[in-house]
């Protein structure tokens, strides 16, 4: 089973950047697929962004699309995302998550086995 620690996040000014990162340990924490998500309070989970397992394919929700960047380091089992132009509409509480979804289902937070800690992201002047 694999174990996902975050680090990172804070507060920012609109416009500023941030960036969180997740750090997988345990038994084959290569060969999942990792996403984020994140929860504003009062609303559901949203996919934010996934790469898969080789780090070639990443994908993007529309609304973080240009903005957000997906990375992963196999060498060191961590995944970090970079966040810039931010808004005050992308604060939220950033969760990562590693499974095995198919590409119709990776979206779904229901595909992921594992979740981080979450870490809170503020957008705010």
């Known amino acids: 089973q694999v174990q996902l620690v975050q680090s990172g996040g804070g507060s920012v000014e609109p416009g500023g950047s941030l960036s969180v990162s997740c750090v997988a340990s345990g038994a084959s924490a290569r060969s999942y697929t990792m996403a984020w998500f994140r929860q504003a309070p009062g609303k559901e989970r949203e996919f934010v962004a996934a790469?898969?397992?080789?780090?070639?394919?990443?994908f993007y929700s529309s609304s973080v699309k240009g903005r957000f960047t997906i990375s992963r380091d196999n060498a060191r089992n961590t995944v970090a995302l970079e966040m810039t132009s931010l808004k005050p509409e992308d604060t939220a509480v950033y969760s990562c998550?590693?499974?095995?979804?198919?590409?119709?289902?990776?979206?779904?937070?229901?595909?992921?086995?594992?979740w981080g800690q979450g870490t809170q992201v503020t957008v705010s002047s």
């Open positions: 790469i898969r397992q080789s780090g070639s394919n990443t």
């Open positions: 998550g590693a499974g095995r979804p198919v590409l119709s289902a990776i979206t779904s937070a229901d595909m992921y086995y594992t």
